[in-house]
Each structure stands twice: as structure tokens, then as C-alpha cells.
């Protein structure tokens, strides 16, 4: 079976109720691709978001969550929070995170387990810095992440996004030959390689999607900057089909 294209925004710590009108634009894009459309809001956001989403194509994520269910976690958001608040999905292990938050690979495992367990499918993040791509280090590097961050579980469904930590937020993308070139050794990494997808995140911009989606490996984006302004992340659905 084809594996369906998946656009995920990213709103990272971006969004407030007013902002909500959003989804009323993106619902008509939403239904007229055959790509699944993804929001993570801010978890504030996520059941006023669930609400205005409802009957739409629109999925919701989370950007994170705890290991545990419950418990005392001052601040922490756990997965069958998520869930209750209309998630579907949720991103884990984002270079920011790792950076943020100091989070390991095995925290990510971690997490993913969590996250199934809550029936949330995860978003594995796993990408090299600047640093470690011009030491010759990243396919090492992805396939470090790749082995400690992955659930173990057979029958568990999970997307990994390929995010080069050097292209988020900076506005340098990968070039088509590099991310073809990641996104083929991710695959062969993967115990199930032919149903898993994998997305590619760093920088997708309308100028740029066409290209990126059209990789035979590339099941599509993780869209940070751009999924917050409705023409450009309408414009890269449209190249998802
Ligand atoms: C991201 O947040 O995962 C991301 C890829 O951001 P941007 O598209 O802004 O580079």
C-alpha cells in the first residue's frame, strides 16, 4: 500500500485563541489534499483547536509529552492528556528539545512508548547539527538516534521526520540530492521500512516543497515558520497532491 503523505505543522510555542480562525482557512485545503494535514499547537491551544476542527480533515498533535501517564510533573503535559484534548499525533525527540531540554534518545524511546500507549502515533525527530555534517559525522549521528530513540513494540506505528538541526528556523534547506540521499539510509534502518513514513523538516517553504515532496523517500514535511501563515502552508499541501 502507497504510503500517504503526511504535512505537519509545527507552531511551536506560537498561537493564541485569536489565532484560532487559522483552522477555518486551512479546512478547505485540508480536504482537497490527499495528504494528511497536521496541526501542533501549542497545548494550550489544542481543545478550542479540537473544537473548531471538528468535521474537518484537520488533525491535531502535540509537540511533546511525559513518560508517565500521571504524577507529580509540575508543568509537564502527559499523552493521554493529549489524547483527551483531541491529539492525534505527537512530535518527540525535536532538535529544540534536545537542545532545550538536554532530552536523550532514550528519554524519545521513552516517550514514544508513552505516546502508544496513550494511542498517539509519535513523530521521531532525529537530524545532525551543522558541526557534526561537516565532520562527515551525519549519517553516524542519524543512525545513533535512530537505533536509541525508536519503539521496540511489533505492530507500533510511528513517523520519523528527518530534520537537519542546521535548516530549522534558518532558512537554509537541504539540498534534494542530501535529503534523498538521509531519507534512503533512514529506510533501510527501519524495521518496517515500506509502510513507515519519512518526513522531512528544515526550512520547507512553498519556494521549495515541490521539489522535496517529489523524493521518492520524502512522505512528506514538518513545517515550522511556514505552517503559521496560512498561504505558504496552504501552498505546501498543494505539492503533497
Ligand atoms: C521545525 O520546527 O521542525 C522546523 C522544521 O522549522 P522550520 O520549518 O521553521 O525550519
New binding site residues.
Given amino acids: 500500500m502507497p504510503r500517504r503523505m503526511l504535512i505537519a505543522g ?1 507552531w ?1 510555542m506560537h498561537g493564541l485563541r485569536a489565532d484560532l480562525g487559522f483552522f477555518d482557512s486551512l479546512a478547505a485545503p485540508a480536504a482537497r489534499s490527499n495528504a494528511e494535514v497536521l496541526i501542533c499547537p501549542p497545548a494550550t491551544l489544542l481543545a478550542a483547536a479540537a473544537e473548531r476542527c471538528a468535521g474537518t480533515d484537520i488533525l491535531l498533535g502535540g509537540q511533546d509529552c511525559h513518560t508517565n501517564a500521571t504524577g507529580a510533573h509540575t508543568g509537564d503535559v502527559s499523552a493521554p492528556m493529549l489524547k483527551d484534548a483531541g491529539a492525534r499525533y505527537v512530535i518527540l525527540g ?1 532538535s ?1 528539545r534536545r537542545s532545550d531540554h538536554a532530552e536523550s534518545s532514550e528519554l524519545v524511546c521513552a516517550k514514544a512508548d508513552a505516546a502508544l500507549a496513550a494511542g498517539l502515533t509519535p513523530i521521531i ?1 532525529v537530524g545532525e547539527t551543522l558541526e557534526q555534517r561537516e565532520a562527515g559525522e551525519a549519517f553516524d549521528v542519524v543512525g545513533a538516534q535512530l537505533s536509541a530513540s525508536l519503539p521496540a513494540g511489533a505492530g507500533t506505528e510511528f513517523v520519523i ?1 528527518y ?1 537537519p538541526v542546521w ?4 532558512g537554509l534547506t537541504a539540498s534534494a540530492e542530501d535529503v534523498a540521499r538521509m531519507h534512503a539510509f533512514i529506510r533501510t534502518r527501519l524495521s518496517k521500512p515500506a509502510s513507515t513514513r519519512v518526513i522531512y ?4 517553504k512553498p519556494g521549495n516543497a515541490a521539489e522535496l515532496m517529489a523524493l521518492d523517500d520524502v512522505d512528506g514535511a ?5 505552517s503559521l501563515d496560512i498561504d505558504a502552508f496552504a501552498a505546501i499541501i498543494a505539492t503533497a497532491g
Avoid: R
Fill in positions: 509545527n511551536k525535536h529544540e525527530c521526520a530534520e535548516a530549522i528556523g534558518t523538516g528544515g526550512s520547507v514538518l513545517v515550522g515558520g511556514a
